[in-house]
């Protein structure tokens, strides 16, 4: 089953200290959103998804802001069960092909999309999400791209999410605003469980 399909939203997560990872990543499977992307933008990221991978069986970890073929090593032997991109060059798609898991690169334009289209790809990020264009653009591509899915993250909020979600070129979308900064500082895994359970609802229709 594709990534895109496991929950109607990715949880993107910036984790300072990876103490708070374990925590954090129940509280979002309680929720109902196992599928979690911790992004590789902190020291402590590949801790993080070492310790989820570890302790967490009922999440499927995976690694963002994946730059380089260095970023998917490290993230695969970290424990990453899928990998995501905020945009994508042909060394970085090699490496993340060779990696043996799921991945998701970014793109932003028609022309970006066919790059990957030619590779064979039909599943992407669609990034950034609102600051391109939204859910008009998004559905403009969808007449000539028929065949490809995304997963738009970028600027998107619970009250935004559903629009996404609607589209028939949308498997599910990406955001922050699960795990806000100052829950993850004060250890308030309650609040974030429950913006999790919101999410998890939008499926619901
Ligand atoms: O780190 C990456 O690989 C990225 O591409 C960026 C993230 O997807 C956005 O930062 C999402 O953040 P929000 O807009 O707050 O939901």
Redesign the pocket.
């Known amino acids: 089953m594709s990534i895109l399909d496991l929950a109607p939203v990715i949880p ?1 997560v ?1 984790i300072e200290d990876a103490a708070t990872a374990v925590p954090l990543a129940r509280a979002l499977v309680a929720g109902g959103l196992p599928v979690i ?1 911790v ?3 902190t020291p402590a990221a590949l801790e993080s998804i070492r310790r989820i991978a570890a302790e967490v069986p009922d999440a499927v970890i995976g690694a ?4 380089a073929a260095a970023d998917v090593s490290a993230a695969v032997a970290a424990g990453s069960r899928f990998l ?4 994508w060059t042909p060394a970085l798609i090699d490496a993340m092909d060779g990696s043996g898991v799921p991945f998701l690169p ?1 793109v932003a334009t028609a022309s970006e999309v066919l790059g990957l289209y030619e590779r064979g790809l039909r599943e992407m ?1 669609f ?4 600051a391109a264009g939204g859910v008009p653009y998004l559905k403009a591509l969808s007449g000539p791209l028929p065949g490809v899915r995304f997963c738009p ?5 619970v009250g935004t999410a559903r629009d996404y979600l609607d589209l028939p070129n949308v498997g599910c979308v ?4 699960l795990t806000p900064a100052d829950a993850l500082v004060t250890g308030d895994y309650a609040r974030i469980e429950k913006l999790a359970g919101e999410a998890a609802a939008l499926r619901l229709r």
């Not at 990034?127 to 609102?130: D, L, S, V």
């Not at 993250?153 to 909020?157: L, R, S, V, Y």
């Open positions: 993107v910036v992307e992004t590789l933008r963002g802001t994946v730059l995501v991109s905020p945009g970014g990020k990034f950034p999400a609102e993250t970028g600027g998107i909020k990406g955001g922050t605003w």
